[in-house]
């Protein structure tokens, strides 16, 4: 089967480009490009993806895509892809949709509210954290953060069928995040910059932990200081999401301000 999902029904070139859907393009075109400034990126792979702002409510929701095929350094506002929550496009583009991944995100997408935006990694720590048998080790500062909201998928293969779907949303429950085992890391949020603040505090998590484990042996963290860190945690503030998310906007900007076209 091949993974391209391009020339579905629906296509309609005339479909308008609301003041929504143009902010909405323009901060997720941000947002490729400092993942590739974070060197969050796998050639043309993963994706990070967007609920068009409302979109859902009385019409089917609408979501945005990269172009597969593009690294994210290509991305720009007007090749993302425009399309529905079975990754048919609803204009015309250039660009085919890789069906494989979006189909990890149309699960997130349509079974979690807040889910508005998506983002999936194969960072390096990352993907050796989820290749653990234990998973992240609440033994530093970000998994404090975390901890006890991380959730764990197990590998089923690359394509995901429908029927996994189903039990990666009920492995997920009320979890924050999620760590996709042997695979990489997913997570979500109700807007871009608060999915970005999420997955940022878990890779953290990850790198530090790789990093430490090979250094020598870990210093436990009391059980009973998890519930004040949970609790005093900055990644869940929506403020702080977003003057994070407005700082690296900046030092996107000033690389190379492209992606606003
Ligand atoms: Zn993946």
Redesign the pocket.
């Known amino acids: 089967m091949s993974i391209y999902l391009q020339g579905a029904a629906k296509k309609d070139a005339a479909l308008p480009v609301g003041d929504a859907e143009r902010k909405a393009r323009v901060q997720l075109a941000a947002c490729y490009r400092i993942f590739d400034h974070l060197g969050w990126t796998e050639m043309i792979?993963?994706h990070i993806t967007l609920r068009v702002p409302g979109t859902g409510r009385d019409a089917p929701p609408q979501f945005l895509i990269n172009p597969f095929g593009l690294h994210y350094r290509e991305v720009t506002a007007s090749n993302l892809v425009l399309i529905d929550i079975e990754g048919n496009p609803l204009r015309e583009s250039e660009w085919p949709v890789n069906r494989a991944?979006f189909v990890?995100h149309s699960a997130i997408h349509g079974a979690i509210e807040t889910a508005h935006c998506v983002m999936?990694t194969?960072t390096t720590t990352g993907m050796a954290v989820a290749c653990l048998k234990d998973g992240l080790s609440p033994t530093n500062f970000y998994a404090a953060q975390l901890h006890g909201g991380v959730a764990y998928h197990d590998f089923e293969g690359i394509t995901v069928e429908p029927a996994e779907k189903e039990r990666m949303v009920r492995d997920i429950g009320a979890k924050r995040a999620v760590i996709?085992r042997n695979?990489?890391l997913l997570t979500w949020g109700p807007s871009v910059p608060e999915a970005f603040m999420m997955l940022w505090t878990l890779q953290r998590a990850c790198d530090i932990q790789v990093a430490s484990t090979s250094a020598g042996t870990l210093q436990p963290i009391e059980s009973k200081v998890f519930e004040q860190t949970v609790r005093e945690s900055g990644p869940g503030e929506k403020r702080v999401c977003e003057d994070v998310f407005a700082a690296m906007q900046r030092i996107v900007d000033a690389k190379d301000p492209s992606y606003r076209n």
Do not use: A
């Open positions: 792979f993963n991944g990890t999936h194969h996709l695979h990489g």
